[in-house]
């Protein structure tokens, strides 16, 4: 049997939860109680339990501190935390610290009882002392999880002909279903506000989630199973026609009780689509599609919210002339390598898209990714390197994004620091072009050259390398070209006795008129009296 102690400095809690909980049934035996800190870790050295449900705040230690404590000792205990108050950092903290769970007080003996039931399976799991009976049930369990998980994750992600060929039967024989013929359903429920890489926070969640859709949807369908994807969980439901207002209503019910962990976890906001529902298996996807849809349509209607219904939108962004006129402007900035000008077009960008009138959530992050995959052409087509995982990165990130504005900062930031960083980068590398056209230039002036020939020399189409000449040298190609063909000439008329016609012919130029205007224009002097006052 485990042993279980209860600390809570209000006796009246200690008495309930003792009262609330078949002991026996759960084969557990109450080994104590603390109503302090000091003295539950007292009992925790004396006593040895395998379960400490502990109050969040007592005298003495805190419930924190009595899991930091116990850690400390290195004895082997499961935690259940209990808290009537919004304490974010304590929620924080305790998860981070692994306890098997955190339950707000009005304490409910379904919600105890099956932490406690979790517990005593993995406390058995690991100490080997299940029966042969229950060892058999629960490895035919995860079997059957898995081949349910992997059909639902094919159906999330795999071609859609991959999912028509398989009838009710198929599918409850082959992935351990109990499906019958009536409405079919996805349902997505996201969270917003926790932080990426916060994976303890996702794990808590998704034990939550799976124990309210349990408590919500027992009874009502005919089955269900649920798949986790970062802050997005999907419900798969089947259910029959008579449930249908029903199921909603249970489905709202998820989210208020889901909403409580806003308790929990600060910052927390949690959405849920309520995709369109289906007679035919073979239609799930169109079910999915609007539960994702729905999902990000709270960007724009705001997030905390059951989403249901059709989206339509009557305009498109993409295929307008406000965005293609965004695209010309783009491309002119970033071919410019002007990062403060990159930033005012996506700044443009950002106020002209929250101005457009009935825009979906869905067609904000379809014009965002838009602007991402051009950003990643233009640097491809003129060759200078950016992260490989660019776009990854972004459509890892925008997801933990909740609203239009987010979306659209979050795009500016990561286009503009990535910008910056090529942009670095090309200007060190283009330091040895712009030297290679430099010295072909000043090679060949007396030629016939033009700007295609020597960016071809230097590596780069024409528009791109006029445009980083003239930022490089801070002249355009003819300029620097025509400044080197003067220098040649004042040289020749300083130290030659040749007639200004051959001289023009020596430095590149066949018009002898439009090389003396040209002179007299860059010296102030026409040829032949530069000649006389430096000879």
Same mark, same amino acid.
């Given at each position: 049997m485990?042993?279980?102690?209860?600390?809570?400095?209000?006796e009246?809690i200690?008495q309930?939860?003792e009262k609330?909980i078949?002991?026996q049934a759960?084969?557990? @035996?109450?080994?104590?109680?603390a109503?302090?800190?000091?003295?539950a870790?007292e009992?925790?050295e004396?006593l #040895?339990?395998? /379960?400490v449900?502990?109050?969040?705040?007592?005298?003495?230690?805190?419930g924190?501190d009595?899991?930091?404590?116990?850690r400390?000792?290195n004895?082997g205990?499961e935690?259940?935390?209990?808290?009537?108050?919004?304490?974010?950092? *304590?929620?924080q903290?305790?998860?981070?610290?692994?306890v %098997?769970?955190?339950? +707000?007080?009005p304490i409910?003996?379904?919600?105890l009882t099956e932490?406690l039931e !979790?517990?005593?399976?993995?406390?058995?799991e690991?100490?080997?002392?299940l029966?042969y009976?229950?060892?058999?049930r629960?490895?035919r369990k995860s079997?059957?999880?898995?081949l349910?998980?992997?059909?639902? %994750?094919?159906?999330? *992600?795999?071609d859609?002909?991959?999912?028509?060929?398989s009838?009710?039967?198929?599918i409850?024989?082959? *992935?351990y279903?109990?499906l019958?013929?009536?409405?079919?359903?996805i349902v997505?429920?996201?969270?917003?506000g926790?932080s990426m &890489?916060?994976?303890k926070?996702l794990?808590f969640?998704?034990?939550?989630?799976?124990q309210?859709?349990?408590?919500?949807l027992k009874g009502?369908v005919?089955d269900?199973?649920?798949?986790v994807?970062?802050s997005?969980?999907y419900l798969?439901l089947?259910?029959?026609?008579?449930?249908?207002?029903?199921?909603?209503?249970?489905? @709202?019910n998820?989210?208020?009780?889901?909403?409580?962990?806003? #308790?929990?976890?600060?910052?927390l906001?949690v959405?849920?689509?309520? $995709?369109t529902t289906v007679?035919?298996?073979?239609?799930?996807?169109?079910?999915?599609?609007s539960?994702r849809?729905l999902?990000e =349509?709270?960007?724009v209607?705001?997030n905390?919210? +059951?989403?249901e219904?059709e989206l339509r939108?009557?305009?498109?962004?993409?295929?307008?002339q406000?965005?293609? =006129?965004f695209?010309?402007?783009?491309?002119t900035?970033?071919?410019?390598?002007?990062?403060?000008? /990159?930033?005012d077009?996506l700044?443009?960008?950002?106020?002209? +898209?929250?101005?457009?009138?009935?825009m979906?959530?869905h067609?904000i992050l379809?014009?965002?990714r838009?602007?991402?995959?051009l950003?990643?052409?233009?640097?491809k087509?003129?060759?200078?390197?950016?992260?490989?995982?660019?776009?990854e990165?972004?459509?890892q990130?925008?997801?933990?994004?909740?609203?239009?504005?987010?979306?659209l900062?979050?795009?500016? @930031?990561?286009?503009?620091?990535?910008?910056d960083k090529? /942009?670095?980068?090309k200007? =060190?590398?283009n330091?040895? &072009?712009i030297?290679i056209?430099?010295?072909?230039i000043?090679d060949?002036y007396?030629?016939?050259?033009t700007l295609?020939t020597?960016?071809?020399?230097?590596?780069f189409?024409?528009t *791109?390398?006029?445009?980083?000449f003239?930022?490089?040298?801070?002249?355009n190609?003819?300029?620097?070209l025509?400044?080197?063909?003067m220098?040649?000439?004042k $040289?020749?008329l300083?130290?030659?006795?040749l007639s200004?016609?051959?001289?023009?012919e020596?430095v $590149?130029?066949?018009?002898? !008129?439009?090389f003396?205007?040209?002179?007299?224009?860059? %010296? $102030?002097? !026409? &040829?032949n009296?530069?000649r006389?006052?430096?000879?």
């Amino acid at each position: 049997m485990l042993k279980v102690l209860i600390a809570d400095d209000e006796e009246k809690i200690c008495q309930l939860i003792e009262k609330l909980i078949d002991w026996q049934a759960l084969d557990m @035996k109450l080994c104590g109680v603390a109503n302090n800190g000091i003295e539950a870790l007292e009992k925790i050295e004396a006593l #040895s339990p395998d /379960v400490v449900i502990t109050d969040i705040r007592m005298p003495g230690y805190d419930g924190l501190d009595l899991v930091k404590k116990t850690r400390e000792l290195n004895v082997g205990v499961e935690f259940v935390i209990i808290s009537g108050y919004r304490h974010f950092e *304590y929620a924080q903290t305790a998860i981070k610290y692994g306890v %098997s769970d955190y339950l +707000l007080k009005p304490i409910k003996k379904q919600e105890l009882t099956e932490t406690l039931e !979790k517990i005593r399976v993995r406390y058995n799991e690991k100490s080997e002392q299940l029966t042969y009976e229950e060892r058999v049930r629960l490895a035919r369990k995860s079997d059957a999880e898995r081949l349910r998980t992997t059909w639902f %994750s094919n159906v999330l *992600y795999r071609d859609r002909s991959e999912q028509d060929c398989s009838s009710l039967e198929e599918i409850n024989k082959q *992935y351990y279903y109990q499906l019958k013929p009536g409405y079919f359903q996805i349902v997505c429920v996201k969270f917003d506000g926790i932080s990426m &890489p916060d994976e303890k926070n996702l794990e808590f969640l998704t034990e939550k989630t799976t124990q309210i859709a349990e408590q919500m949807l027992k009874g009502h369908v005919f089955d269900w199973e649920l798949y986790v994807e970062n802050s997005h969980i999907y419900l798969f439901l089947n259910y029959g026609e008579e449930n249908r207002r029903l199921i909603r209503r249970q489905c @709202k019910n998820i989210l208020n009780e889901l909403a409580v962990l806003e #308790s929990i976890l600060e910052g927390l906001r949690v959405t849920i689509g309520f $995709g369109t529902t289906v007679w035919n298996i073979t239609q799930l996807r169109s079910s999915l599609k609007s539960a994702r849809y729905l999902v990000e =349509q709270r960007l724009v209607a705001g997030n905390g919210k +059951l989403l249901e219904g059709e989206l339509r939108s009557s305009f498109h962004l993409a295929s307008s002339q406000w965005f293609t =006129q965004f695209n010309q402007n783009m491309s002119t900035a970033l071919e410019s390598l002007d990062r403060q000008q /990159v930033g005012d077009c996506l700044m443009k960008l950002k106020d002209g +898209l929250l101005e457009q009138p009935d825009m979906t959530g869905h067609e904000i992050l379809q014009m965002c990714r838009e602007v991402c995959n051009l950003y990643l052409f233009f640097m491809k087509n003129h060759k200078i390197p950016i992260e490989q995982n660019f776009m990854e990165r972004f459509n890892q990130g925008v997801e933990f994004c909740s609203s239009a504005r987010e979306v659209l900062r979050y795009l500016i @930031k990561e286009i503009s620091a990535s910008y910056d960083k090529a /942009v670095v980068g090309k200007m =060190q590398e283009n330091n040895r &072009p712009i030297r290679i056209a430099k010295k072909y230039i000043r090679d060949h002036y007396r030629e016939a050259i033009t700007l295609e020939t020597v960016s071809e020399v230097a590596g780069f189409n024409p528009t *791109y390398f006029s445009s980083l000449f003239k930022k490089e040298t801070g002249k355009n190609f003819l300029e620097f070209l025509s400044e080197v063909r003067m220098e040649q000439a004042k $040289g020749l008329l300083k130290e030659s006795n040749l007639s200004v016609a051959v001289i023009c012919e020596e430095v $590149g130029y066949s018009d002898v !008129k439009y090389f003396t205007k040209n002179f007299t224009k860059y %010296s $102030g002097l !026409k &040829p032949n009296e530069y000649r006389k006052l430096y000879s």
